[in-house]
């Protein structure tokens, strides 16, 4: 079993820069797929970037180039730095991962989840 733990979320002007945590504890860590979701009101959740074990990382067209996502495996913690936000970046963010060592976008594909975290970007 895994329990993952989002922090970071805010209130934000467009333009600003946040950086949200998710901290990991239970099952080994730094063999475990994890990426980064979101889910704004009334849409489906999508995929926003996934980091694999052998330090790879992928990210949604939307946010290449101003996202960036990072894991340290001693803090047991993966990062997302988000840059250049833009209103449409509202959501609540969720910190995901899988039992595999290979990233997917698909949300189903991925076994455990936090809480989430609010991201609002004003315009």
């Known amino acids: 079993q895994v329990q993952l733990v989002e922090s970071g979320g805010g209130l934000v002007q467009a333009g600003g820069s946040l950086r949200l945590s998710c901290v990991a504890s239970?099952?080994?860590?730094?063999?475990?797929?994890m990426g980064w979701f979101r889910q704004a009101p009334g849409k489906e959740r999508e995929f926003v970037a996934a980091f694999s074990w052998s330090g790879g990382s992928t990210y949604a067209d939307s946010v290449k180039g101003r996202f960036t996502i990072s894991r340290d495996n001693a803090k047991n913690t993966l990062y997302l730095q988000m840059n250049s936000l833009k209103p449409e970046d509202t959501a609540v963010y969720y910190c995901a991962s899988r039992a595999k060592v290979v990233v997917t976008t698909t949300p189903f594909d991925y076994d455990y989840w936090g809480q989430g975290t609010q991201v609002t970007v004003s315009s």
């Open positions: 239970g099952r080994t860590f730094s063999s475990y797929a």
